[in-house]
């Protein structure tokens, strides 16, 4: 069963939460979602939310979903603003990790199907595939690690060796030269559905007016370049130059209070073990920098306080 492809990319006026970076990956970091939501419904959430969280894919049974261009960063390994899991590694996110097996187990497929071909793409091997724990600490992805990493791994490598055996068995055209590049990103006046056929490919309205992407594949065909892992195709007749980026706005610098190790569930406590003022007061003024509006000490608004501050994420 082969998965489908779909894409609800997060507004560039939104870059400066979701993916402030230009980035060239260097691997894939792999996440369980912890809930039971589709796909679909975890990107749409990701991007229409203020949270300075994000991921790049999410897949399920069905579908694998594009939130983040993948030549952006993504907030998702929980190792800072300089991390190599934020700032160099693909994220995906396999959803239903705490639903039925059946559902999960098939979500899990798709995600090995997924990550194998982008190592190809990018002539990485299994090395290049990470799980969120290697950068933070953190379990996850739970459930994969769960039935075991080394289990999920070699059904990646199995997709992989698949994906290779392919082209070794396939009699190869004569060589062609291409005047673009994997990795390239460029400006193009009109694209197609598939790389064989004539067909303008249908794109949104904030799609056709960025009119620019980043060639991921190659093949020999009238419209040999594949953009953005599935958006359209296009020939070099479409191609009319090299994208360059607007530097992105300058962010202010986040800072955050320390890290709260202990086991205690109330923030008083664990603020005070940091060093920090707990009084009601300062408490409201924290909230209010980290996203909490009309501060009244409740408990759901004091967990999520808490919660930043044992993932080191509340912000001064």
């Keep these: 069963m082969s998965y489908i492809f779909k894409t609800n990319l997060v507004p560039e006026n939104k870059y400066g939460v979701k993916c ?19 796909a679909e419904n975890e990107i749409k959430y990701m991007v229409t939310n203020d949270n300075q969280v994000s991921f790049h894919v999410a897949v399920d049974d069905v579908s694998v979903v594009q939130g983040i261009p993948f030549d952006r960063n993504a907030w998702h390994a929980g190792d800072g603003g300089n991390g190599d899991g934020n700032r160099k590694y ?19 497929k798709n995600a090995a199907k ?9 002539n990485w091997t299994i090395a290049n595939v990470k799980k969120h724990q290697d950068f933070s600490g953190k379990y996850c ?24 055996a392919a082209n070794v068995q396939t009699p190869q055209p004569a060589q062609r030269t291409y005047a673009h ?33 980043v060639i991921t594949r190659i093949v020999d065909a009238a419209n040999p370049y594949l953009l953005d892992d599935g958006l359209c195709w296009i020939n070099d007749g479409d191609i009319r130059g090299l994208y360059t980026a607007p530097a992105p706005a300058l962010q202010p610098q986040i800072s955050y209070y320390p ?20 009084s009601l007061k300062n408490r409201g003024n924290i909230a209010s920098k ?27």
């Design 20 to 38: 402030p970076y230009p980035m060239s990956p260097e691997g894939v970091c792999v996440h369980n979602t912890a809930n039971d939501a589709p």
């Design 90 to 108: 693909l994220a995906v996110e396999i959803c239903y990790s705490k639903s039925a097996a059946d559902r999960f187990i098939q979500a899990e």
């Design 114 to 122: 997924w990550i194998a071909e982008t190592l190809k793409n990018h």
């Design 141 to 164: 992805p739970h459930r994969t690690l769960d039935m075991g990493w080394q289990r999920f791994l070699d059904m990646v490598q199995a997709e992989l060796d698949q994906l290779n």
């Design 181 to 213: 590049k994997i990795g390239e990103h460029v400006i193009f006046s009109t694209c197609y559905r598939s790389s064989t056929d004539s067909i303008s490919a249908h794109l949104s309205a904030a799609q056709m007016s960025k009119n620019h992407g």
């Design 259 to 278: 890290r709260y190790t202990g086991s205690s569930g109330s923030i008083v406590d664990a603020l005070k073990a940091v060093g920090v003022d707990s």
């Design 290 to 316: 980290n996203g909490v509006t009309g501060y009244r000490g409740s408990a759901e608004q004091n967990n999520k306080l808490l919660s930043l501050l044992k993932n080191g994420k509340l912000i001064k």
